[in-house]
């Protein structure tokens, strides 16, 4: 049937790992001496298992899990997660630690999103491309570069997302020690900097499938996770006029150096 529509050579073939041999093996055996030729496929992808809980999927097990039931559980996007946490070739467990350690990835990413939007949201007078850049910035853009190639290597190599999104979080991790040691020495993150790691982290979930491409900055914030635009949009008038008082309470804050609204300032720099 392959033959009939793809004809004498097909470039990719996937499966399972189990069809390896002989399946795979009587495949190639029977169409090379058909079409009397040495190579009927250029690529074989066999793909790992599922497993449950360590073991094989099965009703009789009475380990038998739909995607409809595992959605009732947990959202799609963790569920994408605990897939691209695992070598597209190697066995996946869906188990309770596969997926605690998607949702600990996915709250990793959620909070730095939320914590870049809400630096990009209000921009001060001065123009952020002729801000000076400090060893803080360099030592942190010289990991995002590194963490760029890295991850770029990673996808080179089969398609290694696991590897990919180890990289990534290592980078986001390494953003929020920034922004803390900046707000430790009374000084604002690099917007520009914030801006290009937080873009670059969301269109590299975009291309695996984890945030729709309607969405700007980090994940929509509707309950589906499928858009974006109308949430945002409603809330933006809110959200901005509280950034602007935030940013007003901390130039006092920082102006007086002591008393009441210096506290107010301290305390408004710890929860958000």
Request: aromatic letters at 10%; glycine letters at 6%; proline letters at 2%.
């Amino acid at each position: 049937m392959s033959c009939d529509i793809l004809g004498s050579k097909i470039d990719v073939h996937t499966g399972g790992v189990d069809l390896k041999f002989p399946h795979h093996d009587n495949e190639i055996a029977q169409a090379e001496a058909h079409y009397k030729h040495d190579q009927w496929v250029n690529y074989f992808l066999h793909s790992g298992h599922l497993t449950i809980e360590g073991c094989k999927m099965s009703k009789s097990l009475k380990n038998f899990i739909t995607i409809k039931e595992a959605l009732g559980r947990y959202t799609s996007r963790q569920l994408r997660f605990a897939f691209l946490l695992h070598a597209w070739n190697a066995t996946l467990d869906y188990g309770t630690n596969t997926m605690q350690e998607a949702e600990q990835i996915e709250k990793l990413f959620n909070e730095f999103f939320l914590t870049a939007k809400n630096l990009l949201r209000y921009q001060g007078a001065e123009n952020e491309a002729f801000v000076k850049w400090g060893s803080l910035d360099k030592d942190l853009n010289a990991k995002f570069l590194s963490k760029k190639s890295l991850v770029h290597e990673a996808l080179c190599d089969s398609i290694d997302t696991a590897s990919a999104l180890n990289e990534m979080r290592d980078l986001v991790k390494e953003t929020n020690i920034y922004i803390g040691s900046c707000r430790q020495a009374s000084r604002d993150p690099n917007q520009s900097l914030i801006k290009s790691i937080a873009n670059y982290a969301t269109n590299l979930l975009k291309i695996f499938g984890v945030i729709p491409d309607d969405s700007t900055i980090g994940f929509p914030l509707s309950a589906t996770g499928s858009t974006s635009a109308g949430m945002e949009a409603v809330a933006e008038p809110f959200v901005t006029a509280l950034a602007r008082f935030r940013d007003d309470v901390r130039i006092v804050a920082r102006k007086e150096k002591g008393g009441s609204m210096s506290k107010l300032g301290a305390w408004i720099d710890v929860v958000s």
